[in-house]
């Protein structure tokens, strides 16, 4: 969803953490972004959804489901820029699909975009994905700040590899 304010997005996986927002968002620039705060995050809640682990992942994947308490939390971020967006999506690759959903902030409705699983339900492990246990376990591997090198072996089983394309194709 565009505002005034730039694109907002609701994030319930490793784009929650700041640092890993900033690499995937800011790419080589992230230490320049941590000083300056420009895009804005509050905690929301995604009804009608649930988390799972991708099997092998240090990520996770949300799907559509039906019943009364099926929420997942996460952050709805604003302020985020076209090049920012571009670089989720090429980041977000074709496992996911951005669409638009409606999140809870403090208790009222906000229409926003996330990035929904397409890649089959048979690749999730049936466990909720952890954002403290990534935080603890993972969290390193992905907030590097070498991480962009696709040489590198990275918790994003590669994905930052395909950002250098979309820092060259903005010069």
């Known amino acids: 969803m565009t505002t005034d304010e730039g694109q907002s997005l609701f994030f319930y996986g490793t784009l929650m953490h700041p640092a890993v927002l900033r690499r995937v968002v800011y790419g080589p620039n992230a230490h320049v972004a941590a000083q ?5 995050s509050v905690p929301a809640v995604l009804p009608d959804h649930a988390r799972y682990r991708v099997r092998g992942c240090d990520y996770p994947a949300v799907i559509p489901v039906k019943g009364p308490s099926r929420t997942v939390l996460g952050t709805l971020t604003t302020n985020l820029s076209p090049l920012a967006v571009q670089r989720l999506d090429v980041f ?14 403090g208790g009222k409705p906000v229409q926003t975009d996330t ?5 089959g339900e ?3 492990e049936q466990r909720e994905w952890d954002f ?3 935080t603890q376990e993972r969290l390193r591997g992905w907030a590097d700040p070498g991480f962009e090198q696709a040489d590198q072996v990275d918790g994003t089983g590669g994905r930052a590899a395909h950002l250098q394309d979309v820092e060259r194709s903005a010069v």
Do not use: C, H, N, S
């Open 122 to 124: 048979d690749k999730l």
């Open 36 to 40: 300056v705060q420009i895009e804005k």
């Open 115 to 119: 990035y929904i699983w397409i890649a």
């Open 92 to 105: 977000e690759g074709d496992e996911y699909q951005r669409t638009p959903v409606t999140v809870m902030v």
């Open 132 to 134: 403290e246990e990534f």
